[in-house]
Each structure stands twice: as C-alpha cells, then as structure tokens.
C-alpha cells in the first residue's frame, strides 16, 4: 500500500508562502515584505490620516466606479504580498476578487510609521513602480511630506511631484483630477 503525499494548494515556493501567510492565526492582517513576514496593527493616529485621504477622495472615486480599500495585492514573481493602506481599484475587479495586481489600481497610498517607514519609501515604492501601479502616494508622517509617484518603469517611477509639507495642496492628476488637502495630515 502506497501513501499518497498530502495535497496543497500550491506547488511552488512562493504560492506556498503565499498561501500560508494568509492563514497565520493570531495576526488580521501580515504581509510579506522581500520575504520577512510582517504582521500589521497600524496606530489610530495612522489610521487616521488615511482616512482623511479617503475622505477627500471618495467622491472622485464613487464617479469612476471604484472602490477605495486595503485588500491584497501580489507581485507574483516574488516573495511579496502587499496590503497597502489604500488602493483605488474599479468595483468589477475587486468583486469575487482574492488579491489584485499594482497595475490594476489607480492609485495606493501608504501612510508612513516609526516601525516601516523605509519600507514605504524605498522597498513598495520600487516594486509597485516595478508592477505597474500608476500612481503611489507617499503620505511621510516623520519627514511630515506627501510625495506622488508616477510613470512607473522597471527600474522605478520617472515622475515624482514633492515632497511637499504637509498643507500643501497635492494635484492627483487624470483619472482623478483634483487637489488633495493635506492640511490635516
């Protein structure tokens, strides 16, 4: 009589990793950052400022259809799987979705802590220009700055408008074509 090896959802390393850093218990929400697992408990003072982005965005989101949240993204390839504080993503995509792609938002934000402050600025800063995501908005609570990414390019994003002092007002350009107060950032 042979045993047959247990069956797993997947079949390779990185889906594995994948797939079991979603299911560590004790912890709501991780995300793997070049390979280190990263559990997430963001401070209400960060939680915060994201949702006063939110907030002045949400009607420019609401007309274009999509939905503003902070679901999964992958980057397949790689030993990342990235919740950022806020993407943009059309409503049909997200529906039924499990994680989503950077190049199929419109916009992320992340909101910089004491604890992974780098890792905003220069490690998801070069892998969500490296997977497309068009716009990535940097909101540095300890340098107090808001700095826009975009024209993502493999080897990072070729525009960058900032940083500016918080209470300068950011141009978010086409799709959303509007001034974000960063006054109370």
Not at 47 to 67: D, Q, Y
Not at 124 to 153: F, H, I, N
């Amino acid at each position: 009589m042979s045993t047959r090896p247990p069956s797993y959802p997947a079949d390779d390393p990185e889906t594995a990793l994948k797939y079991a850093v979603q299911r560590i218990r004790g912890f709501d929400r991780v995300q793997v950052i070049e390979g280190f697992i990263e559990p997430l408990s963001p401070a209400w003072d960060h939680e915060s400022t994201i949702a006063k982005v939110r907030e002045r965005i949400a009607p420019k989101v609401n007309a274009l259809g999509c939905m503003a949240g902070s679901g999964d993204l992958d980057l397949p390839g790689t030993p990342n799987w990235f919740v950022p504080d806020l993407a943009i993503v059309p409503r049909e995509l997200a529906k039924d979705a499990g994680a989503l792609l950077p190049d199929q938002t419109l916009l992320i934000v992340e909101v910089t802590s004491d604890s992974n402050g780098d890792t905003d600025r220069v490690v998801k800063r070069r892998r969500y220009a490296e997977y497309g995501a068009p716009l990535y908005l940097l909101v540095d609570r300890q340098e107090r700055t808001c700095t826009l990414y975009s024209a993502p390019g493999n080897l990072g994003y070729t525009k960058v408008d900032g940083p500016h002092p918080f209470g300068t007002p950011l141009p978010l350009p086409e799709p959303f074509d509007l001034e974000l107060d960063t006054s109370e950032f």
